[in-house]
């Protein structure tokens, strides 16, 4: 240990551990791996949305020497996708029922692309067709539902003045991460498979290789290449790659990688839940809050996935960042003949947060009282209780965060051009950090420390690195706690043979929650160190604290540790002829508890926001006979550099005395707020309400025309 105090990495911007290899372009992704050997992998898919596999033919005039065929005959454990649910197949076994399109039929495998291509058009697959369904209007097969009550029903309040309706449409939503999905497997000589991939929960992956292949822990090899973007789509989507790409390998008795171009993977994977959620708020004429009654229905696609983890917090976050004495959600999620949907950045707090926050503008419309006012009458605080009983006792920035926004907003000034209005908007959100409930206790998320003979030190995790600086925050967190210098800590590989399982990296829990135990595992260290010479080890794992209690049953009690909060405010200029939104200054300010690196924290505030503007405004999914008609890069849209507006970042430090130095997750709470502030800002410029996003412009002109409802509340 060094005699003098080296200068804390804590709470400052230090270069990121993996920056310098990836602007010189010296990193190398999944498909940058060269595998002696390899050959190429391809996915048979389905072309109708629900069936059944009639049967599957070669070609028998096509020469199959150099390619290798597999079907779920050749699965050697079970022939099902590990997650939640065992609703979705590897693939499709002959006279299986196919659930949507694009559903994985069979694997090809061959050592060159066109070989591989041309064996694809030798295969013929028979359908025997039955009928789809496409909406939620249509469901009837639920996947989970979930009731939430506080106080009376609604029915039986007393003194309400005013009810105000409403109904919220949101839609789908693509990750579109930098690096498309992939996975290189590569067969061992005593029978396991190591898999080499783009993805985020390498441990998700390892139990979804055992149980498809029927493989030891050790047979299971899983380890994480460097990942370009994640955004919550390549948490569980990434094991049906793996799975596939090992079992070609397995057959192929050779190296196999497995990469989707940019079409599959936008045809095939999933994406945000769409849903419908219905708000009736009561108050009194003074604003008083008395009852919130919703009900949030999600499109969950063909299988499960992740859909009850996605809906819970949905139904959770559902009445927004306010204090209702009355409040009864009720969430269910059902299943369509689409592609299944999954995780995404704010994992449904986005979409329920939407409808809650527009909810206030409505209410204050009504009431003929500021936005603004009505948030700061409603807005929890410290003591009071959330919609499932829990008690706020410590950092709760909900007033410090409107207070810093309204004050780095800048005065709007207006346009100079006749044919474009300009309008402010403004949304006060919060998001739990963590898993929801009991989920961490569950996970016992484990990591372990190593003290190494020449002086450093190795932090062992299965916390990936998805862009958002985990490799420099935990080294950060280490050095300060170990007291050393941070070139003296150094992270092991995400590999599932060397590092123990952390939990997955979602959740807005890397920092807060697995970067705590890192803190920990550092503490102890350096006692051992004062009494024992290196190597020495520590292991640390998730201990839930005995203050936080909840109820799975009745979704009572301490729903998360604790929540990060954010008020955005946002300036948009609304073209009335074409109907287009241009936002063009979003100021948002955050309660991160402590910020560990101020500008990384900063960049995933700004990544956040810009994937949120888009989400509101040009990010529209078409969807005809189950499949998604803009699967290209030329048809679905996402913001460009053109598009981002000035984005302006308030971190704002209120401590949490259990985050690692005071620091909590924010992850995923810059896709809470701008929507519902761009559609806020859009009512203040034209004076139409849109209840549905994307607002793309056909939809702001329609609404500025009147040529179909504007608005689809009804006030008593």
């Known amino acids: ?113 066109a070989l591989l291509d041309d064996a694809a058009h030798h295969i013929r697959i028979e359908y025997e067709t039955a009928e789809p369904v496409y909406t939620l209007d249509q469901a009837t097969e639920v996947f989970s539902t979930i009731e939430i009550r506080k106080g009376e029903v609604p029915e039986d309040v007393e003194d309400v003045e005013a009810v105000v309706e409403r109904t919220f449409q949101v839609g789908l939503q693509e990750q579109l991460y930098i690096e498309p999905q992939g996975a290189i497997a590569i067969p061992e000589p005593d029978g396991a498979i190591k898999v080499i991939g783009s993805l985020q929960c390498p441990y998700y992956v390892h139990r979804a290789l055992k149980r498809a292949l029927n493989l030891t822990d050790e047979q299971a090899i899983v380890v994480q290449a460097e990942t370009g973007g994640g955004f919550g789509g390549k948490e569980e989507y990434p094991s049906i790659v793996a799975i596939h790409a090992a079992l ?56 499960c996935t992740l859909t009850p983890v996605v809906f819970s917090r949905a139904a959770i976050h559902a009445a927004g960042a306010y204090s209702c004495p009355n409040v009864r959600i009720q969430a269910r999620a059902a299943a369509t003949n689409t592609p299944p949907n999954g995780a995404f950045r704010g994992f449904g707090a986005p979409q329920s947060l939407f409808a809650a926050e527009l909810m206030v503008e409505h209410v204050a419309e009504r009431l003929g009282m500021s936005s603004v006012d009505l948030r700061r009458k409603w807005m929890l605080r410290v003591g009071d209780t959330t919609a499932t009983g829990q008690k706020l006792t410590e950092s709760v920035g909900s007033e410090l965060v409107l207070d810093a926004a309204l004050k780095a907003a800048s005065t709007v000034q207006p346009s100079n051009r006749p044919t474009v209005r300009r309008g402010r908007g403004l949304s006060l959100v919060f998001h739990g950090s963590g898993f929801t409930g009991s989920g961490e206790k569950k996970l016992q998320g484990t990591i372990a420390l190593e003290a190494l003979p020449d002086g450093t030190f190795r932090i062992l995790t299965a916390s990936t690195e998805i862009g958002q600086g985990t490799k420099t925050i935990f080294c950060q967190l280490a050095a300060d706690a170990l007291g050393v210098g941070l070139d003296q800590v150094v992270l092991a590989p995400q590999d599932t043979s060397l590092v123990p399982d952390s939990g997955p990296t979602v959740a807005s829990r890397t920092a807060m929650i697995v970067g705590r135990l890192v803190q ?39 729903a998360y540790p604790v929540y990060a909060w954010a008020c955005t405010i946002v300036d948009v200029d609304v073209d009335t002829t074409t109907g287009e939104v241009h936002v063009t200054d979003l100021v948002t300010a955050v309660d991160c508890g402590k910020a560990l690196h101020p500008v990384m924290a900063e960049g995933q505030i700004e990544g956040g926001s810009l994937q949120a503007v888009g989400w509101a405004t040009i990010e529209e999914i078409k969807v005809k006979d189950g499949g998604y008609q803009n699967d290209r890069l030329a048809t679905y849209l996402i913001p460009t550099a053109l598009d981002a507006p000035r984005i302006r970042t308030i971190l704002v430090e209120n401590p949490y005395s259990r985050g690692p130095f005071g620091a909590k997750g924010i992850g995923e709470l810059p896709m809470d707020g701008p929507a519902p502030a761009i559609i806020a800002a859009i009512h203040d410029a034209t004076g139409v309400w849109l209840d549905e996003i994307p607002a793309t412009p056909e939809k702001v002109l329609a609404a500025l025309n009147g040529t179909r409802e504007t608005g689809n509340g009804k006030q008593s």
């Open 520 to 558: 920990d595992a550092a503490t102890a260290l350096k006692q051992r160190l004062k009494r024992e010479a290196p190597p020495l080890r520590v292991e640390k794992a998730y201990i839930q604290p005995d203050s936080v209690h909840w109820d799975e049953t009745t979704y009572r009690g301490d």
């Open 1 to 113: 240990m060094s005699s003098t105090t080296p200068q804390p990495a804590v709470g400052r911007s230090v270069p990121r551990r993996e920056g310098a290899d990836k602007v010189a372009g010296r990193t190398r992704y999944t498909d940058d791996i060269a595998v002696q050997g390899a050959w190429y992998g391809k996915t048979v898919r389905s072309t109708l949305p629900k069936g059944r596999v009639r049967s599957i033919a070669l070609d028998p005039a096509f020469d199959w020497g150099r390619v290798v065929v597999v079907t779920a005959d050749d699965i050697p454990g079970e022939n099902v996708v590990h997650l939640i649910r065992d609703d979705q197949p590897v693939l499709a076994p002959n006279e299986g029922e196919i659930r949507h399109r694009e559903e994985p039929i069979l694997l090809l495998a061959a050592p060159d692309r």
């Open 248 to 303: 070609l390998a397995r057959k192929a008795g050779r190296p196999v990688r497995l990469i989707y171009d940019r079409h599959e993977d936008l045809a095939a994977t999933t994406k945000r839940h769409p849903g419908v959620i219905r708000h009736r708020t009561g108050v009194k004429k003074d604003g008083t809050l008395l009852f919130q009654d919703i009900e949030i229905v999600l499109d969950g696609g063909a299988y």
